[in-house]
């Protein structure tokens, strides 16, 4: 059965994955400290603020993309068994190509993670947001990526017309992630050297783009995993599941837009953009309708609670984080909260509240999902799960508070405060939320670990 290397594969993925939660943790405690009077102190050891942010950001990332791609490499080796059983032969010398493409990206992606951190502790910087690595490291993640196509590829043949919407997802990922990559780096061309006001427009509609191909990872893993836990797959193939996928696509090309309100550029990307955004109250609609059904979603959590309990957090913070998403995207209120904390909190919220809690739902599950969760990991899962999303919320909302009450001094006074000027209490309450957030991960990454020290069948 081609599903155990699959998921011996997912698990190879699932492990990087964890290495790079973990240390994106760490780095952001680390930076943390910068609202507190140890700056000085962190300064004189080296650790400043410049060097931490881009490896506590790609680290995160990262975190995102292998856990997902995990959660890909099971499904496609799963898919290559129903080949096998409707009759299709020479499987086996693909899937044995498969799990060898997966391990060359795997090594590739692991090395320039590590020569990123290297070059960033030598303080080499691009000055690039998200991408301050040498761009020669972006050839071999680049490399890597297409090596996850060529494995999608040969599975599904992009023959997608029948399937469930989270092989849309992922085949839609693939494709969306490498024409923003390569984007990304025409700040490298000198005719754009002396175009500002593009290059920024440029730089911001790459990262928006890469952000939707890690999303869609994200939502494709969720609806499968969905059908998994539930044994119905009615959803992943409903018309309102993919018109929820056609809105994000959109989005994913134009959200970038309420980052340069403020550029002088063309009116009718901004009404695009601002168009697509409100296209989100659609999504609202419907998260809001899953979160009337959180109390049957808990009563039927079967052999897993603690995956439960984080889908139904990821459904919370979904809600939530759109209803702000939308609020931001309004023009004369983007005002109020443009280049603040407030939109750190909502980056957070997100990349928290639902990417990170939606795939440690998933990994949770690939390394219980043999045998289910125990009485006593579920008894310590839930209580993780719960310092975890207080512990979020506490940062969500100190940098809310924080970022809007600046963004309307802004306003009045035309300056943004610097760190010195924030109030005394931000930096021990994003202390307090870092400790909570990373005690209740880290708890759930051991559980996991736990588990996948079990020998393993199928």
């Known amino acids: ?76 080796f799963e898919h290559l068994d129903e080949r096998q059983a409707a009759g299709e032969s020479h499987l086996a010398e693909l899937a044995a190509a498969m799990a060898r493409r997966a391990r060359w990206q795997r090594g590739l992606w692991g090395a320039s993670a590590l020569a990123a951190a290297a070059a960033y502790a030598s303080g080499y910087s691009t000055g690039r947001e998200y991408m301050e690595y040498p761009p020669i490291l ?40 490498v024409w923003p990559f390569v984007e990304a780096h025409a700040w490298l061309l000198d005719w754009l050297a002396s175009r500002p006001v ?19 990872l994200v939502y494709g893993s969720l609806v499968w995993l969905g059908t998994r836990l539930s044994g119905d797959n009615r959803y992943a193939s ?37 168009a697509v955004s409100m296209a989100e109250a659609l999504i609202l609609v419907r998260v809001a309708w899953d979160c009337s059904g959180l109390g049957r979603k808990w009563v039927s959590r079967g052999r897993f609670p603690v995956v439960t309990a984080l ?33 750190v909190a909502h980056s957070m919220g997100s990349l928290i509240g639902i990417d990170t809690m939606a795939m440690l739902a998933a990994g949770l599950w690939l390394t219980h999902e043999l045998g289910g969760e125990s009485p ?21 909302l100190s940098l809310l508070v924080v970022g809007v009450a600046a963004g309307a001094r802004m306003l009045r006074t035309g300056a943004l405060p610097w760190v010195g000027n924030f109030p005394g209490w931000l ?26 020290r079990r020998p393993v069948q199928c």
């Open 376 to 396: 006593q990991t579920g008894r310590q899962g839930l209580l993780a799960v719960w310092l975890l999303n207080l512990g979020l919320f506490l940062l969500w």
């Open 1 to 76: 059965m081609f599903v155990v290397t699959g998921r011996k594969t997912a698990l190879g993925f699932l492990w990087m994955a964890a290495v790079l939660l973990l240390a994106g943790l760490v780095f952001g405690l680390l930076a943390a400290l910068y609202y507190t009077p140890l700056a000085p102190d962190l300064n004189a050891i080296g650790l400043r603020l410049h060097l931490l942010r881009p490896l506590h950001t790609g680290a995160t990332i990262g975190w995102i993309y292998f856990s997902g791609m995990a959660m890909v490499y099971r499904w496609l």
């Open 238 to 274: 409903s018309n309102m599941a993919f018109g929820l996928l056609l809105i994000g696509v959109l989005n994913s090309f134009t959200n970038y837009g309420h980052h340069t309100y403020h550029l002088p550029q063309g009116e009718a990307m901004k009404w695009v953009s601002f």
């Open 198 to 216: 593009r290059d920024m427009a440029i730089q911001w509609k790459a990262a928006g783009s890469l952000v939707g191909s890690f999303n869609l």
């Open 138 to 177: 972006s050839l071999p993640i680049l490399v890597g990526w297409l090596l996850f196509a060529v494995n999608f590829g040969a599975v599904t043949r992009f023959r997608l017309r029948t399937m469930p919407v989270y092989a849309w997802m992922w085949g839609t990922s693939v494709f969306l992630f």
């Open 311 to 343: 889908l139904i957090a990821t459904t919370a913070w979904t809600a939530l984080q759109v209803l702000i998403a939308l609020v931001m995207s309004v023009p004369s209120l983007n005002a109020f909260v443009h280049g603040t904390l407030a939109v």
């Open 427 to 452: 930096g021990p309450a994003l202390l307090v939320a870092g400790a909570l957030i990373s005690v209740g991960i880290a708890s759930l990454v051991r559980n996991g670990i736990s588990a996948v």
